[in-house]
């Protein structure tokens, strides 16, 4: 079982910056060879894949976030960030953390990040 809590959220305004982080606790070394994402989901649209990050540092990056968000991961403080920075209202949503190792999956609760003047 693995427990994620993701922080950093909150209101910025557009051309800002925020980090999020999210912290596992298990107690199988799951989060040290499991591939971490951050996902998000604005109302009234599907969750999305925003970045994602592979044990050994491979990331992979939605089109829409390429350059400004940054995915980053310390196995030695099971946490893995997104560093987001020229945040537009468009990156308003729920952002979640997940952590996957092959058929296991799971979910942090969200954090939300409203981007508006």
């Known amino acids: 079982q693995v427990q994620l809590v993701e922080s950093g959220g909150g209101l910025v305004q557009p051309g800002g910056s925020l980090r999020l982080s999210c912290a596992a606790s298990?107690?199988?070394?799951?989060?040290?060879?499991?591939?971490m994402g951050w996902y998000r989901q604005a109302p009234g649209k599907q969750r999305e894949l925003v970045a994602a990050?592979?044990?050994?540092?491979?990331?992979n990056y939605a089109d829409s976030v390429k350059g400004r968000f940054t995915i980053s991961r310390d196995n030695a403080k099971n946490t893995v960030y997104l560093q987001m920075n020229s945040l537009k209202p468009e990156d308003t949503a729920v952002y979640y953390c997940?952590?996957?190792?092959?058929?296991?999956?799971?979910w942090g609760q969200g954090t939300q990040v409203t981007v508006s003047s």
């Open positions: 990050i592979t044990s050994g540092g491979t990331t």
């Open positions: 298990e107690n199988r070394n799951i989060f040290s060879v499991s591939i």
């Open positions: 997940n952590c996957a190792l092959r058929s296991l999956s799971y």
